[in-house]
């Protein structure tokens, strides 16, 4: 009898050491990876309350702006039909936007902070425009402007590179066009013809420099005429 019960005891025993090996070797493998993780600098994620805050109150005050915006009563046929070149450019490099001016700068492409875009104006882009406002200044550009502008600042795009903008460059690209030079693109863009909408789509944003005094965002958002010709000159 005492020989048959002596393996039920060895067999408890082995069970038991096989339970502790296991669990070393499950600790060991956990100890590893955590020393992995440390030398290549593994973090957790981690956000501050300040940062929170801030994104809640951004969001907070552009919505009590929609609100009052809402409320205010609205005039027939406030918004010009005429076809005029605008130019837009964005004043706010802020990462904590609400959903809607924030969607309302990617239709405008202007995703970076100083660039500037080309638009015609009608109803659709300037209600884009509206959205956008506590992060955007237009106007109408003069020649003189938009010459500037694309001489110094004009960039395309050629085989996913952006290079500057050249004669050679608008032959190619747009000279089933009729358009051979920049002075050609210059024309197009001014007078806003049929072409104005591919003209305007080879062009790369153009990104400007900060205006010298920075910019003043109580006075330099939203709508303001003639007077985005004096800004540009000194961002361009």
């Not at 493998?29 to 951004?58: H, P």
């Not at 806003?192 to 006075?219: C, I, M, Y």
């Amino acid at each position: 009898m005492e020989n048959s019960e002596i393996p039920k005891v060895r067999e408890v025993m082995l069970k038991r050491r096989k339970r502790q090996d296991e669990a070393r070797a499950h600790t060991a493998a956990a100890n590893i990876k955590s020393k992995k993780r440390a030398k290549v600098g593994y973090k957790l994620s981690f956000t501050r309350a300040e940062k929170l805050i801030k994104q809640a109150r951004v969001k907070d005050r552009y919505e009590l702006r929609l609100i009052r915006q809402a409320k205010r009563p609205q005039k027939k046929d406030t918004l010009p039909l005429e076809k005029k070149l605008i130019i837009a450019v964005r004043v706010g490099g802020s990462k904590n936007l609400h959903e809607h001016p924030l969607e309302a700068l990617k239709l405008l492409r202007l995703k970076k902070a100083h660039s500037a875009v080309l638009l015609t104006q009608n109803r659709t882009t300037l209600e884009l425009l509206k959205l956008a406002e506590p992060y955007v200044t237009w106007g109408y550009p003069n020649m003189e402007t938009v010459r500037e502008l694309i001489f110094k600042r004009g960039q395309t795009k050629v085989d996913g590179k952006k290079v500057a903008l050249n004669n050679a460059v608008v032959e190619e690209h747009l000279g089933e066009l009729g358009i051979i030079c920049i002075e050609d693109v210059i024309h197009e863009i001014l007078t806003t013809t049929k072409n104005f909408k591919t003209v305007n789509a080879f062009l790369w944003n153009f990104q400007l420099s900060p205006p010298a005094g920075g910019w003043n965002k109580r006075r330099a958002v939203g709508p303001c005429g003639e007077k985005i010709n004096a800004l540009l000159r000194r961002a361009i």
